[in-house]
Nanobody, 128 residues
Framework: QVQLVESGGGLVQPGGSLRLSCAAS????????IGWFRQAPGKEREGVSC????????YYADSVKGRFTISRDNAKNTVYLQMNSLKPEDTAVYYC?????????????????????WGQGTQVTVSS
């Protein structure tokens, strides 16, 4: 059974940091490109970051470049999203997801290909 489980969300003050985790089961995560997405209340879901399975290349939305870092620990079958310098506008439910393919990060990040599996999401709230 394929499953993605996010964790690490919470309440943080502006300027603070959080590290989200996306643990995979039922498949080997490093075989496929994995993306992070977020959805704020009243807004559409948007791509945040993606890590390529083929060469480890990373991709980011302009709104998070320089603040967020995506990484992968193959031994733990887990992808991480390190979020620094958090802003109130980063408040959203964060999801990890995959299309179960390689070399599709640019399409995945912009949701231009169907998602095969979503995690259940983890809430991130940035507020003082």
């Amino acid at each position: 059974q394929v499953q993605l489980v996010e964790s690490g969300g919470g309440l943080v003050q502006p300027g603070g940091s959080l590290r989200l985790s996306c643990a995979a089961s039922g498949f080997t995560l490093d075989y496929y490109d994995i993306g992070w997405f977020r959805q704020a209340p009243g807004k559409e879901r948007e791509g945040v970051s993606c890590i390529s399975s083929s060469d480890g290349s990373t991709y980011y939305a302009d709104s998070v470049k320089g603040r967020f870092t995506i990484s992968r620990d193959n031994a733990k079958n887990t992808v991480y999203l390190q979020m620094n310098s958090l802003k109130p506008e980063d408040t959203a439910v964060y999801y990890c997801a995959t299309h179960l393919a390689r070399g599709v990060c640019k399409l995945l990040l912009h949701l231009r290909i169907p998602i095969d599996y979503w995690g259940q999401g983890t809430q991130v709230t940035v507020s003082s």
